[in-house]
C-alpha cells in the first residue's frame, strides 16, 4: 500500500494541470488522496515513477484522470429513488408536452438508461429528451454503445424490481458474448455529451437534473459553483436530484428550493 | 459551541464489524456531556440499511449524535456515525467527506479508509480501537496508527463474539493495547476522558 501526503497530491495535481489541463483545484482532497493512493497500489508505481511516466504525456497521465474521477454506478440504484421520481416527479411533469432531463455525471449511462425505463414505463418516453454528461469520453463511448457485463445485470434486475418496475429488465435487452446490450430503442431519446462541471457552463434548460453522488468530488468553493450551475440550468419548478447522502446544505442555493423528499433528497426550484 | 468543543480536536476512532454492535452500545452508555474528543464509529453495515443510528440510539447517551454528511465539520463533544454505502473520510480541514471508491475488504464504510484518512489529517488521534468481526478490514490502518505513535486498542480476539478482525490487527502489528473482558468498559472510558493527548 502506498501512502500519499497531501504536500505530494498537490505537486501532482499541479503537475497534471500543466501537462494535460485538467484542473484537480476544486477536487475533494481527501478523497483524492485515497484515490491516488490506490492507483499507485494498484498499478505497483511509485511516487517519482508516476511523475516521470506523466511528465512523458502520453496515456498515463489520461488514465489516471479518469481513474481519479469515475464514479461508481448501478441501473436503479437506490431503487427508492426511482419510486419517488415516478410519484412524485413524473406525474408533475406528464402535463408538459416536451421534457428535457440531464444526468450530470452519467458515467457508463446506468442512470440515463434506468430514466429512459421509467419514463417509458410512465408513457412519457417518446416526448422526453435526456442528456447525459460526463466529463470523461472514455465512458461515455461506453455509454453510447449502451452495453453492459452480463455479471452487472443480477444486481440492476434486483434493483428494478425493488423500484416497482412494471416489467423484466431483461425486456429491455438483449445477450450476446456475455453482454447485455440495451434496446436501441432507448438509446433514441438519449444524448450522451462530453461536459465538465467544473468548467462548462449551462447548455439548456431542463425540467429535472439528477447530480447523484457527484457533489461528494468537490470541495465546498467547487460545490457552491458546481450547484449555481445546476440551479440556473434549471427551468422554474425545475426537479433537482442528489444522491441519498446529498443535500443542499453548504450549496448557496438552499433559499431557492422547496424539499419534496427529505430522505432521498430530491428538490424543486422555487425561486 | 461549548466550552469543551473549543479545545484542539481530539479523535477517537473505534472500528468493528460482526459482533460488535453490543459493544458500540455499551461504549454509548458511557458517554457523558461534554466529551472531550469526537468519537467516530465506522460499524460495517449493508448498503440498504436504513436504520438511523442517532435516532436508534438516543436511549444510550445525551452526547449529540451524528451521521455525518459531506463536509460537516468534526467536533468534539459529539459521536459520529459512518453512514452505508459509502468511505467516511476526515480532512485536514476538521471536515467530514465522503466518498465512493471501490469497497476495501468488501466494505463500504471500510475502517481503514476512515482511519488512514484521520492519520494523514495531520489531527491529534486520542485513540483508535478494533472490535469483534469477521474481516481483516481496520488491521492495516490501526497498524499505521500505531506506527505513528498514537494509542491503538483491540479487542481480545478470545473474548470478541468473531474473532478474525481483532486477531489480524494483532497478526500485522503486535503492540496494540488488548482489552480484556474485565476492564474494557473502565479502559474505554478512561480514554474517553483522559485530558492529556
Known amino acids: 500500500m502506498v501512502l500519499l501526503e497531501y504536500q505530494e497530491l498537490e505537486l501532482l495535481i499541479t503537475k497534471v494541470r500543466e501537462i494535460s489541463g485538467f484542473d484537480f483545484s476544486g477536487y475533494a482532497r481527501p478523497s483524492l488522496l485515497r484515490r491516488a493512493s490506490r492507483y499507485l497500489t494498484k498499478h505497483a508505481m511509485d511516487l517519482s515513477e508516476l511523475h516521470i511516466h506523466i511528465e512523458q504525456g502520453g496515456k498515463t497521465v489520461y488514465d489516471f484522470i479518469q481513474e481519479l474521477t469515475v464514479n461508481y454506478s448501478e441501473m436503479f440504484r437506490d431503487p427508492d429513488f426511482f419510486i419517488s421520481v415516478r410519484s412524485e416527479i413524473l406525474t408533475y411533469l406528464a402535463s408538459y408536452p416536451a421534457i428535457r432531463l440531464w444526468i450530470a455525471g452519467c458515467a457508463s449511462g446506468e442512470e440515463a438508461f434506468s430514466m429512459a425505463i421509467l419514463l417509458k414505463e410512465a408513457g412519457l418516453f417518446d416526448r422526453s429528451l435526456i442528456y447525459g454528461t460526463d466529463l470523461s469520453e472514455r465512458v461515455l463511448s461506453s455509454a453510447r454503445e449502451g452495453v453492459f457485463g452480463l455479471g452487472h445485470m443480477r444486481t440492476f434486475s434486483e434493483n428494478y424490481m425493488l423500484a416497482e418496475g412494471k416489467n423484466s429488465l431483461s425486456d429491455y435487452y438483449n445477450v450476446a458474448y456475455n453482454q447485455a446490450i440495451m434496446d436501441p430503442n432507448l438509446r433514441k431519446n438519449i444524448v450522451f455529451s462530453l461536459h465538465d462541471l467544473t468548467g462548462d457552463g449551462v447548455f439548456n434548460e431542463f425540467q429535472m437534473v439528477s447530480c447523484r453522488n457527484v457533489m461528494i468530488y468537490f470541495n465546498l468553493e467547487q460545490r457552491q459553483k458546481v450547484f449555481k450551475l445546476l440551479y440556473e440550468s434549471l427551468g422554474m419548478f425545475g426537479f433537482l436530484c442528489l444522491g441519498k447522502r446529498e443535500t443542499l446544505r453548504y450549496s448557496g442555493v438552499e433559499e431557492n428550493f422547496r424539499i419534496i423528499d427529505a430522505h432521498l433528497n430530491i428538490y424543486q426550484k422555487i425561486k | ?197
Open chain 2, 1 to 197: 459551541m461549548t466550552e469543551q468543543n473549543r479545545g484542539p480536536l481530539n479523535l477517537v476512532l473505534i472500528g468493528g464489524s460482526s459482533g460488535s454492535f453490543v459493544i458500540f452500545e455499551q461504549i454509548l452508555k458511557l458517554a457523558t456531556r461534554p466529551l472531550p474528543c469526537a468519537v467516530i464509529f465506522v460499524l460495517h453495515r449493508g448498503k440498504s440499511s436504513m436504520a438511523n443510528f442517532p435516532f436508534l440510539f438516543k436511549a444510550k447517551t445525551k452526547v449529540r449524535m451524528e451521521e455525518p454528511q459531506h463536509l460537516d465539520p468534526v467536533e468534539n463533544d459529539c459521536i459520529y456515525f459512518a453512514v452505508p454505502d459509502y468511505h467516511l473520510l476526515i480532512g485536514p480541514d476538521k471536515r467530514f467527506y465522503l466518498d465512493d471508491t471501490d469497497k476495501d475488504f468488501f466494505s463500504r464504510p471500510s475502517i481503514d479508509a476512515t482511519l488512514i484518512s484521520a492519520l494523514q489529517s495531520g489531527i491529534n488521534i486520542r485513540a483508535a480501537m478494533l472490535f469483534s468481526g469477521a474481516s481483516q478490514d481496520g488491521a492495516l490502518g490501526l497498524k499505521l496508527i500505531a506506527e505513528k505513535g498514537f494509542a491503538t486498542y483491540v479487542q481480545n480476539p478470545d473474548f470478541a463474539e468473531v474473532p478474525r478482525m481483532p486477531a489480524e490487527a494483532l497478526k500485522q502489528y503486535g503492540r496494540h493495547h488488548i482489552l480484556d473482558d474485565k476492564t474494557i468498559f473502565e479502559e474505554i472510558r478512561s480514554v474517553l476522558y483522559s485530558y492529556s493527548t
